[in-house]
């Protein structure tokens, strides 16, 4: 399996529920990302790792728990969701942000989660 | 603050020549990419320019005046398939920042 996989594709949960949306990549990459993506808004950031070591969280409620146990695998660990948490989910990966700037990110197919 | 601003949507026919612009403010600015996202799938790396100037690949050109806070995406001899979403985003100094997206539709 090569680029960047996301599982589930498609998740329907309650506010009550505990889930979690698994992200692979088999490129190579030392960066990885999640990003929320809504209608009409722009993609949204929400977490950054670089080499395992999150180097981002982009005011993302705690009810989102992102998890990175190796350079390969994000996690996104929900509970507790709201209506308005209705979104693609994307994980992107990369090489390890420089400084130069240039950072193509692959995304993986997305999750498109419903919260009732 | 940052922010970037692209037309939210923009039609042609077969063939024609499409300019999809973006303007930006943002801090830590090191370049402009360009991603085409399909509806249903994921978006795709089109470009990057870190300097002044225009670069071409095939039928698509990206172009970015730093001065100006200001890029824009060519895509020339449009086919049907180019009917999809495309996001502008500025590299930061570890993340980048996308825009709202421009939805280009072609027509026959």
């Known amino acids: 399996e090569t680029g960047v996989t996301q599982t589930p594709r498609h998740l329907v949960m309650g506010m009550t529920n505990k889930k979690s949306l698994k992200c692979e990549q088999h490129l190579g990459h030392n960066a990885m990302y999640w990003y929320k993506q809504s209608a009409k808004k722009p993609l949204e950031l929400m977490f950054v790792y670089n080499f395992k070591e999150q180097t981002e969280n982009n005011s993302v409620p705690s009810r989102f728990s992102p998890e990175c146990p190796n350079s390969s695998h994000l996690f996104l660990h929900l509970h507790t969701l709201q209506p308005e948490d209705s979104a693609l989910y994307l994980c992107?990966?990369?090489?390890?942000?420089?400084?130069?700037?240039?950072?193509?990110?692959?995304f993986g197919p997305g999750t498109r989660l419903t919260v009732l | 603050g940052q922010s970037l601003e692209q037309p939210s949507e923009v039609t042609a026919v077969e063939g024609a020549i499409v300019q999809i612009n973006c303007t930006y403010q943002?801090?830590?600015?090191?370049?402009l990419s360009w991603y085409q996202q399909h509806d249903g799938g994921a978006p795709t790396f089109l470009s990057y320019?870190?300097?002044?100037g225009l670069e071409e690949t095939g039928r698509f050109s990206s172009f970015l005046s730093r001065s100006d806070s200001y890029g824009y995406l060519l895509l020339q001899e449009l086919q049907m398939k180019d009917s999809a979403s495309y996001f502008c985003a500025v590299s930061g100094t570890d993340k980048l920042i996308f825009g709202t997206g421009t939805r280009l539709q072609v027509f026959p």
């Open positions: 943002t801090s830590g600015f090191y370049g």
């Open positions: 320019n870190a300097l002044d």
């Open positions: 992107a990966s990369s090489q390890a942000m420089r400084t130069s700037g240039e950072n193509e990110q692959f």
